[in-house]
């Protein structure tokens, strides 16, 4: 093996989005700290957490983004938008609200606010842990993905299912389509909640 084993490939940006409750921050925390933290509090603003991955040989820094579902804070997100190349769009499988503002709201806010045209999304049902309260079937789910041209995947951050493979195939899909992400500038900003800036490198892959 040569050192250019542990080099990144590209950082890239990812967003999750959904209603206020679904576990947004939950399935980030799982998968980046696998934990679960069941009196975790809603978001405020945004949250921002960096995890590096490996995908098909290659390794991948990922600056990830919740944001808060609260309608309160709707005017701090368009800018988190700015340049990601990937968006994991939640709901609970045990609130049909929160599955009906995808439709109505986060779809149509990802749409405005995003600036690459052929962004990959992923679609995640969470709390499929709680089978007993569900609302919103797997086909129903799915049904909706096709329909919106997302990626698809039931999940339990309190139980891990689906959590880990949920960020992969969204990496991995993002990876396939060089677009989003060959072109990127060098040096990239990224702004976090407090304010702050600071640069993250993006490694293009290497030719040889």
């Avoid at 709390?127 to 041209?149: L, N, P, W």
Wanted: proline residues 2%; charged residues 30%; contains cysteine.
């Amino acid at each position: 093996m040569s050192g250019n084993d542990d080099q990144i490939l590209t950082t890239l940006k990812i967003l999750i989005i959904g209603e206020s409750g679904v576990g947004k921050s939950s399935l980030l925390l799982r998968f980046t700290d696998d934990r679960f933290d069941q009196d975790m509090a809603a978001t405020i603003g945004v949250d921002f957490k960096v995890k590096q991955l490996d995908i098909e040989g290659n390794r991948v820094k990922l600056a990830i983004w919740d944001t808060a579902g609260q309608e309160r804070f709707r005017t701090l997100t368009p800018g988190y938008y700015r340049g990601a190349q990937g968006a994991i769009l939640v709901y609970d499988v045990c609130n049909r609200a929160s599955f009906r503002q995808l439709d109505r709201l986060w779809l149509s806010e990802l749409d405005t606010f995003s600036t690459k045209t052929n962004i990959i999304k992923m679609l995640v049902g969470n709390k499929i842990d709680q089978e007993d309260s569900r609302e919103i079937t797997r086909d129903e789910g799915a049904r909706f993905a096709r329909k919106h041209s997302m990626l698809f995947i039931e999940a339990s951050a309190r139980t891990r299912e689906g959590v880990q493979i949920a960020f992969e195939e969204l990496v991995q899909k993002i990876i396939q389509t060089p677009s989003l992400w060959e072109n990127q500038q060098k040096s990239e900003k990224t702004i976090h909640p407090d304010g702050k800036e600071d640069s993250y490198e993006s490694t293009p892959a290497c030719s040889c």
